[in-house]
């Protein structure tokens, strides 16, 4: 079968391991595509001379070992999908030198281990990465962000929609996306995804990321990531769907988000974010699961609301809260500071003219005791209540 340039065996039941003759007898292969049945083993290295391969699609299999290096050498290589299967070792960051390819998928196999990124990371057209469900670890590579041109200012304004295919096969997919399974029997090319989560990525959030405006799925969550939402979020000017829950995430919402106006879907909960739930255009639009999760969130989609010490968050850290049952308002504390001051201007006054420091300091030191005493009080009761 020298001239054959098609090869679609998927979606049956075959089993056993791929042959080694694989490489010999098909020299013109322009796609092969074995996903959805049940090969075993390893991969077979025999891609070296293999320049014409645009599409190897082994999804949905139970393969394992490593991925076959001798792909490098297919530089016309567009679609390289593997997930489902129990691949295993590092990040095939050698994968970046391929120029042309689009869609990466790595999704639900056993890849371990940071993504190690160097001068060389490239990545240029690529457009869809799915790296869901492995064992990487460490924070975010910011270089890859860097390096992925195709997703930043590459929106379809009024163009004939183009899809990712291979000659006249459409490549299909399915994707996580709007908190549920998708499948995509034929994907846009302007349709871009990048999805991170089911790992255990940490630290913070690069604010690169905010710099891909043409983004339409971000799915980071279910991670260990910590830190705030970067404010550059608000340049994601096309995203419909954004997950960032089920990690460590801190700080308030920023505001810049209600200005996302294709967002369909958003999911933050899980996290320890505080303060006040955004209003306002798209965020009118979404529930309490949205939000869910972080007990110092509140907001009209919350059973917790909001008091007036949300509008000073250095307050809202002492740990009180509006409507305490002690009849203790953070507006009562702020007139007790006026009251104070006014008192300490009386006494001021009274020490210098009556010349007795002595007495007078006493006295304000036992104010100020009593007040302090009170205070304390009032936060003990408060922190006994919340546990």
Not at 37 to 54: A, H, S
Not at 126 to 143: A, H, I, Q, T, Y
Not at 168 to 174: G, L
Request: with cysteine; charged share 20%; glycine share 10%.
């Amino acid at each position: 079968m020298s001239t054959l340039s098609y090869w679609d065996m998927s979606n049956n039941k075959f089993g056993g391991v791929i042959p080694q003759c694989v490489g010999n007898f098909i020299p013109s292969l322009f796609m092969l595509d074995l996903g959805n049945n049940r090969f075993q083993g390893t991969v077979p290295n025999v891609f070296e001379d293999r320049g014409d391969l645009e599409g190897f699609i082994l999804n949905g299999n139970q393969l394992e070992g490593e991925v076959p290096t001798s792909l490098s050498k297919c530089q016309n290589l567009r679609i390289l999908d593997l997930g489902n299967n129990h691949f295993n070792g590092t990040f095939p960051g050698w994968l970046g030198d391929l120029p042309n390819l689009q869609a990466l998928v790595l999704k639900s196999n056993g890849f371990h281990g940071p993504i190690a990124t160097s001068s060389t990371v490239k990545f240029p057209v690529l457009r869809v990465l799915d790296l869901s469900r492995n064992g990487f670890v460490c924070p975010l590579p910011r270089k890859y962000f860097e390096n992925f041109n195709a997703m930043k200012n590459m929106v379809n304004k009024g163009r004939k929609l183009e899809y990712l295919r291979l000659g006249r096969v459409y490549y299909s997919i399915v994707l996580v996306t709007k908190g549920g399974k998708r499948n995509f029997p034929q994907i846009v090319v302007d349709y871009t995804v990048i999805d991170l989560s089911n790992n255990n990525f940490q630290g913070e959030i690069p604010d690169i990321i905010g710099s891909l405006n043409s983004l339409i799925v971000l799915d980071l969550s279910h991670n260990s990531l910590n830190g705030q939402i970067p404010d550059t979020f608000g340049n994601l000017s096309e995203i419909e769907s954004l997950d960032l829950s089920c990690n460590q995430l801190t700080g308030e919402i920023p505001q810049v988000l209600t200005s996302l106006t294709f967002l369909a879907f958003l999911n933050l909960s899980q996290n320890d974010l505080v303060g006040l739930i955004p209003q306002g255009k798209q965020f009118n639009t979404f529930d309490g699961n949205s939000f869910g999760g972080n007990p110092k969130l509140c907001g009209l989609q919350l059973p917790q609301k909001c008091g007036d010490y949300l509008h000073n968050p250095q307050l809202e850290e002492d740990g009180d809260e509006d409507g305490d049952d002690s009849g203790f308002t953070w507006k009562a504390v702020l007139l007790g500071y006026g009251s104070r001051a006014l008192l300490g201007l009386v006494i001021g006054y009274l020490m210098f003219s009556s010349r007795k420091p002595k007495c007078f300091n006493a006295i304000g030191d036992a104010a100020e005791c009593m007040i302090l005493n009170k205070k304390n009080m009032r936060k003990h009761i408060y922190i006994s209540q919340r546990h």
